[in-house]
């Protein structure tokens, strides 16, 4: 899967936390946006994506990454790239369907002897006349 990089819109903010003055002063964090909507990925892949329940993307259908593990802006964006590259390729391959199979004789009388062990156990706690 392949995503272009006009349809990402890398933003540099400050990161949040610890640091000291060079956290005041530095934009190291990456806010990365990419609109599913306007992307060029498949129409299923799209409709899986938006199905999904996750935060990071917001009702109007844009996925908002914010890396800023690093202290480099350069790393935090790579790894906001392969984030957002993870999430898309997470839904690439559709789901197998599950086919509806007939339980086997054997689960079928497993069950039944299972319900006929209660009902006598619970026929045996009646009052005996």
Not at 56 to 84: P, W, Y
Request: glycine residues 4%; contains cysteine.
């Amino acid at each position: 899967m392949h995503i272009q990089e006009s349809e990402i819109e890398v933003t540099a903010v400050r990161a949040q936390g610890a640091g000291g003055q060079h956290v005041n002063k530095v934009s190291s964090a990456i806010h990365l946006r990419f609109d599913i909507w306007a992307s060029s990925l498949p129409d299923d892949v799209k409709e899986r994506l938006l199905c999904l329940r996750d935060n990071r993307i917001t009702r109007d259908g844009v996925v908002v990454i914010k890396a800023q593990e690093h202290r480099s802006q350069d790393m935090n964006r790579i790894e906001a790239f392969a984030r957002l590259l993870e999430l898309v390729q997470s839904v690439a391959h559709a789901p197998k369907t599950r086919r509806a199979t007939k339980p086997t004789y054997a689960s079928k009388r497993r069950r039944l002897e299972g319900k006929k062990k209660v009902s006598e156990i619970k026929s045996s706690r009646s009052k005996v006349l």
